[in-house]
């Protein structure tokens, strides 16, 4: 078996096929994601508007995960929009069910966080997570994240189980 190493890139809008299939896949191995839908959401061609404007945007960073050309992993962060809470940056990621475990999830975060720390504009980092997602929530906590609140029955399953989220935050100082 050969090693291949993974890289840790930006995302560009050269990544918008690939990432449509990633999230799509993403989305049918777990539960722990909560979308209105089981595909994702976005075209191809909307995407692509997406990682562009992503990149253009001092505040906002979508990061990949990939091995052998393949998205593995994805962390976004996005700064909120009204100015007031525009110091916020809302965080989503997934890695694909075949790689957890391996540390992906964690070098996404704290490479995150860096960018947040040396970018200057971001002063909080906040994600929910499902309180049931054990594994996520040592994660963030080892990352620096606290829980500071539930949000009871914040989603439930297909099964209509109903599940509660932990808000976690963190001070990017």
Known sequence: MTEQEIIFEEASASDATALVAFMNQVLMETDYLVSPEQSFQLTVAETEVFLAKSQQEPDQLCLLAKLGGEIIGLINVKAQVPYRISHIGDIFMVVRKDYW????????LEESITWACEMGLLKRLELTV????KRAV?????CGFDI?????RGARTDEGEWLDLYYMGRLID
Do not use: A, D, S
Request: proline share 0%.
């Open 101 to 108: 475990g391996y540390g992906i999830g964690r070098i996404l």
């Open 130 to 133: 499902q309180v049931r997602n």
């Open 138 to 142: 040592r994660l963030y906590q080892r």
């Open 148 to 152: 500071e609140g539930i949000q009871k």
